[in-house]
């Protein structure tokens, strides 16, 4: 039989507005469902960029809190030698080599911001007065360390910021000032966050509070005040400056849409930002709205059809109409392909969530291990430390038991550095650090707090004796001869130990008690321990099993 096509027939004014309520229909429905599919993306991807920030922004705080307490370290030294070591200042601080690692120069100033020594360029000592600097009057003001604003260095002409701690005598008079710059573009201090930027186009920043970039992918506008740049800052930065936080999707400086986080810092009120364009995070969605489109034309033929084949046979006789019917069933994989594809599309949207949170999660385990372990040793370093010491403080208390701080350093360890190069100190630590949580008890806590110094916490001890067989434990493991730079090293340590019991007293007591302890092993000839006890006057005497006779370089 033929058919033949006339417009003005009912069948195919009906099949037209079939066609053209499917077509409505299921366009409307694939931009309602992909409009909330991005919203809901939006939302994810939003508080996964707030997770990820505030792990960076943990994570430089505790970098921050490290540096201070190294020049804090640094300034307790000097101070010991009532602010005139051996040799002088200039070579009080070349003896610190490893500072470099942490600092682009440490400089002393005397209490009038003159610059006494430092590390760079020994030619410009006494030659230059920094009294008048932000970061000199706001230490004198405040009589303890300040991490400065950011600045271009009369030095280097680099951009850097300041750590300070000053160093006071005994009548509270301002001895000396040590400084510690950190170069804004070396990739030490923010190489580890630049590899964070989400996709291939996103990015992390830093600004002050007043609006001062202090790290950018474009180099150029490093130093420079938001505010004051061509066109001013983007209404988010702004929100951000005024006190904001959290994500929010707004045109970066470059006119380019994204989803643009910020984070405040805890130690400096600094402002953590990180862009992530909207191209670039709704990939997937923007890659499925050209196939969902075309379904929805798909799916509008096919019902055309169905529909102008359901009003012929409606029409015709139900012979003949099943006989169209038969073959139209036989004929519908469409719909089923559309189905498939419409399983395959959300799935693979639910991959990409998956995967994307797998990698945010990944990011913020790794800056937490990060934050709590050495990366040199792989033991605590002293943050996990003093979260540590806290909660066995706080058991010791609860059950009235006795607790011990040891506290170590490797004897002659600087000796080692300048013979064998600090390659080998490093083999030394690590090899120290395996060989020390060997040697204590399997519910005793190691942890390196900086350079060649090493605290064990030992709790439940049961009678006096008991920290004292561990103490001679870790001296005897220490005097196995080391292997590094190819050379069989004959090493030796020195142990400062503090006992008390219950809630005798902080940890700052058992730290500054174990030090004190620490200090008389190294008097009495080192390769020893020392023992003192919160809450009694004795001294204790140190304990060694072998002499030494090694030059006090440690």
Do not use: C
């Amino acid at each position: 039989m033929r058919l033949t096509l006339n417009i003005a027939t009912l069948k195919f004014r009906l099949t037209v507005v079939v066609i053209g309520l499917v077509l409505l229909a299921t366009s409307v429905l694939t931009f309602v469902s992909l409009y909330l599919a991005e919203r809901q993306m939006r939302d994810v991807i939003g508080s996964q960029q707030v997770a990820l920030l505030s792990s960076a922004a943990a994570y430089i705080d505790a970098d921050l809190e490290s540096r201070q307490t190294l020049l804090k370290t640094l300034r307790e030294e000097l101070g010991r030698s009532g602010g005139h070591p051996e040799g002088g200042l200039q070579a009080f601080l070349e003896a610190h080599a490893t500072l470099r690692d942490e600092f682009f120069n440490v400089l002393v100033f005397d209490s009038t911001g003159t610059m006494l020594a430092n590390m760079n360029d020994r030619r410009t000592n006494n030659t230059l007065n920094f009294g008048k600097r932000a970061y000199f009057t706001e230490t004198v003001a405040a009589r303890e360390g300040v991490i400065s604003k950011p600045f271009k260095s009369a030095l280097s002409g680099k951009p850097v910021i300041l750590v300070t701690e000053p160093l006071y005598d005994e009548q509270g008079k301002l001895i000396f000032m040590l400084g510690g710059a950190i170069d804004l573009q070396r990739p030490r201090f923010f190489g580890q966050l630049e590899a964070l930027g989400s996709g291939a186009t996103g990015y992390l920043f830093m600004l002050t509070n007043a609006g001062t970039i202090i790290h950018h992918p474009d180099k150029e506008r490093i130093l420079q005040r938001v505010q004051d740049e061509a066109g001013g800052a983007v209404a988010s930065t702004m929100a951000a400056l005024g006190g904001f936080e959290g994500w929010i999707e707004g045109p970066t400086k470059r006119g380019v849409r994204a989803l643009i986080t910020y984070k405040r810092l805890r130690k400096t009120d600094w402002i953590l930002g990180a862009v992530y364009p909207v191209d670039e995070a709704f990939t997937p969605l923007i890659d499925m709205r050209p196939t969902a489109l075309l379904a929805s034309v798909a799916v509008a033929a096919l019902a055309g059809l169905a529909g102008w084949l359901a009003i012929l046979r409606l029409l015709r006789p139900l012979g003949a109409l099943r006989g169209h019917v038969a073959g139209i069933v036989d004929g519908s994989a469409g719909i089923e392909v559309f189905n498939v594809r419409g399983r395959d599309e959300f799935g693979e949207l639910s991959r990409a969530f998956y995967t994307l949170s797998q990698q945010r999660r990944q990011a913020e385990l790794k800056l937490e291990a990060q934050a709590r372990t050495d990366i040199l040793t792989g033991i605590d370093n002293r943050r996990m430390f003093e979260e540590t010491f806290a909660a066995a403080l706080g058991r010791a208390a609860r059950g009235n038991t006795a607790i011990a701080l040891a506290y170590l350093d490797i004897d002659h360890f600087k000796t080692i550095n300048d013979t064998y190069g600090h390659k080998a100190g490093d083999e030394v630590l690590v090899e120290f650090a395996r060989r020390l949580r060997a040697a204590v008890r399997s519910t005793d806590s190691v942890a390196r707090l900086a350079g060649d110094e090493f605290v064990a916490i030992f709790e439940g001890l049961r009678d006096d004796v008991e920290p004292t067989i561990l103490a001679e434990k870790i001296l005897d493991m220490a005097r196995t001869p080391f292997l590094a730079a190819g050379a069989s090293l004959q090493v030796s340590t020195s142990v400062g130990i503090a006992v008390g019991r219950g809630n005798a007293a902080g940890a700052g007591d058992y730290l500054a008690l174990a030090d004190e302890a620490l200090y008389a092993a190294k008097q009495a000839g080192r390769d020893r321990y020392a023992m003192r006890r919160l809450g009694t006057a004795s001294k204790g005497t140190p304990q060694a099993t072998r002499p030494q006779t090694a030059t006090d370089n440690a």
